[in-house]
């Protein structure tokens, strides 16, 4: 079975520029989170997504958005990039009904905001 | 609201000696605890999780840990390292929401001396 894969793995932007990040989840999963890992630190969950409606948000501001498609799969958009976004984004996917489940995470992609 | 504590953020062992990564929680209900392993430029790997039942839980590459209820603690083990466990070792804890999110801690870098 294949696995959580994101693209790009590496991205840089500008500040106040606007990115997309994707995720396509492992097989059977349908529900997929967004986490940003700043540099020395554990992640930090942003949002998740289930039957294509978010499921539920972090502390994170409304310039961070996603969507989910009928496929399972999933974007990140940030608006009005800062310079503090600079960070690894990572997906995690899990399926549904299966309480003590961990989620599998994707390799993540690297964003720089220069 | 559910929280980890990872104390120590450097740990360093001789190969063959043990490890010992520690992890405390706090949890308004019974918790799931995770270990997550990071290594460079990757994303995150399980390597154990509590759910329910019984308090040693053994996750892959020779980890172990046992939840202790009364110390509330979650502590990672392994009898002897390798250099191939040199790596960034994270707790989290999955909150009872609707989106049940993992929580992480700070993380834990763990270096293998030859």
């Known amino acids: 079975e294949t696995g959580v894969t994101q693209s790009p793995t590496h991205l840089i932007k500008t500040r106040g520029q606007q990115v997309t990040l994707r995720c396509s989840s492992q097989?059977?999963?349908?529900?997929v989170s967004w986490y940003q890992q700043a540099l020395g630190q554990g992640p930090q969950f942003i949002f998740q997504?289930?039957?294509?409606?978010?499921?539920g948000r972090g502390n994170f501001p409304p310039r961070f958005s996603g969507l989910q498609f009928p496929n399972y799969s999933s974007e990140l958009n940030v608006n009005a990039l800062e310079l503090d976004d600079s960070a690894l984004y990572l997906c995690?996917?899990?399926?549904?009904?299966?309480?003590?489940?961990?989620?599998?995470f994707g390799s993540g992609t690297r964003l720089t905001v220069v | 609201a559910q929280s980890v504590t990872q104390l120590g953020s450097h740990v360093s062992v001789s190969e063959g000696a043990l490890v010992l990564l520690r992890c405390n929680y706090s949890?308004?209900?019974?918790?799931?605890l995770f270990w997550y392993v990071q290594y460079p430029n990757q994303g995150l790997q399980l390597l154990l999780k509590?759910?329910?039942?019984?308090?040693l839980v053994k996750g892959i590459n020779g980890f172990e840990a046992e939840f202790k209820k009364s110390e509330t603690s979650f502590h990672l083990t392994k009898p002897s390292a390798h250099m191939s466990d040199a790596a960034e070792y994270f707790c989290?804890?999955?909150?009872?929401?609707?989106?049940?999110?993992?929580?992480f801690g700070s993380g834990t870098q763990l270096t293998v001396l030859p």
């Open positions: 995690a996917s899990s399926p549904t009904g299966q309480s003590n489940y961990g989620y599998t």
């Open positions: 949890s308004s209900v019974p918790p799931y």
């Open positions: 989290a804890v999955r909150h009872s929401g609707s989106a049940r999110q993992l929580t």
């Open positions: 509590y759910t329910t039942g019984a308090t």
């Open positions: 997504y289930y039957r294509e409606e978010e499921n």
């Open positions: 097989s059977g999963h349908n529900t």
